[in-house]
């Protein structure tokens, strides 16, 4: 017995149809194929969405600081598998999401020494634990193929949470601090409109949600 896989004429007339209402809507629909939704990489894809791979895949979101929790998640599941299931680095899928307060985890010493970060995310020092003049964890993540995300709407908001009291009410003053600290993130930190909508593309694409945050 054979199995046909040409497509119906009416329905594939009826994807046309909803593609080109789609185009004219400015709306972007998946690629088809034969008839059939495509998993293949959209031309839309955001960078670190390309750079995803892996078969174990998970997404660690924190949106409280919790002392890194999410990044100290991230590398006991990467040495996990590689050091019990003997999976590679390159096998795992990994992504740390961090929005809220926890953006303060991203920013360099020069942001820590100038303002009350570490007061704010419930730490004492002047410089960023997770920096490079702390425990290099961001660092370490990223160069075993973890990739670390932030949320461009916490940052636009980060002055309400990290300025100092008094100048927490200006206007210009909080948009010119969301200014300064997105050009004062760590290397390898990448940008993402919204944490929320990343969290859903995450796992559209494999990866497991934990949440790493109090």
Same mark, same amino acid.
């Given at each position: 017995? %054979?199995?046909?896989?040409?497509?119906?004429?009416?329905?594939?007339?009826?994807?046309?149809?909803?593609?080109?209402?789609?185009?004219?809507?400015?709306?972007?629909? #998946?690629?088809?194929?034969?008839?059939?939704? =495509?998993?293949?990489?959209?031309?839309?894809?955001? #960078?670190?969405?390309?750079?995803?791979?892996?078969?174990?895949?998970? @997404?660690?979101?924190?949106?409280?600081?919790?002392?890194?929790?999410?990044? /100290?998640?991230?590398? %006991?599941?990467?040495?996990?598998?590689?050091? /019990?299931?003997?999976?590679?680095?390159?096998?795992?899928?990994? @992504?740390? &999401?961090?929005?809220?307060?926890?953006?303060? *985890? +991203?920013?360099?010493?020069?942001?820590?020494?100038?303002?009350?970060?570490?007061?704010?995310?419930?730490?004492?020092?002047?410089?960023?634990?997770?920096?490079? +003049?702390?425990?290099?964890?961001?660092?370490?993540?990223?160069?075993?193929?973890?990739?670390?995300?932030?949320?461009?709407? =916490?940052?636009?908001?980060?002055?309400?949470?990290? *300025?100092?009291?008094?100048?927490?009410?200006? &206007?210009?003053?909080? /948009?010119?601090?969301?200014?300064?600290? /997105?050009?004062?993130?760590?290397?390898?930190?990448?940008? @993402?409109?919204?944490?929320?909508? %990343?969290?859903?593309?995450?796992?559209?694409?494999?990866?497991?949600?934990?949440?790493?945050?109090?």
């Amino acid at each position: 017995m %054979t199995t046909s896989t040409a497509v119906n004429p009416a329905r594939r007339s009826f994807l046309m149809r909803l593609a080109a209402a789609a185009t004219a809507l400015g709306v972007s629909t #998946p690629a088809v194929v034969g008839g059939e939704p =495509s998993d293949h990489a959209s031309q839309a894809d955001e #960078p670190w969405m390309r750079r995803l791979s892996g078969s174990q895949r998970v @997404v660690f979101h924190a949106h409280e600081p919790t002392n890194g929790l999410a990044l /100290t998640w991230a590398r %006991t599941f990467l040495d996990t598998h590689k050091n /019990t299931y003997g999976h590679r680095d390159e096998e795992c899928g990994v @992504v740390v &999401a961090l929005n809220g307060k926890s953006v303060g *985890l +991203t920013f360099n010493d020069a942001l820590w020494s100038r303002y009350p970060i570490a007061s704010t995310l419930a730490m004492t020092g002047t410089k960023n634990p997770a920096g490079p +003049t702390g425990s290099g964890a961001i660092a370490q993540l990223i160069a075993r193929g973890v990739i670390v995300l932030v949320c461009q709407n =916490s940052l636009r908001a980060s002055g309400l949470r990290f *300025l100092p009291e008094p100048q927490r009410s200006d &206007a210009a003053t909080r /948009t010119a601090f969301a200014e300064e600290v /997105t050009a004062n993130l760590l290397p390898g930190i990448e940008i @993402v409109p919204a944490m929320v909508v %990343t969290l859903q593309q995450a796992q559209d694409r494999g990866c497991r949600y934990v949440y790493a945050g109090g």
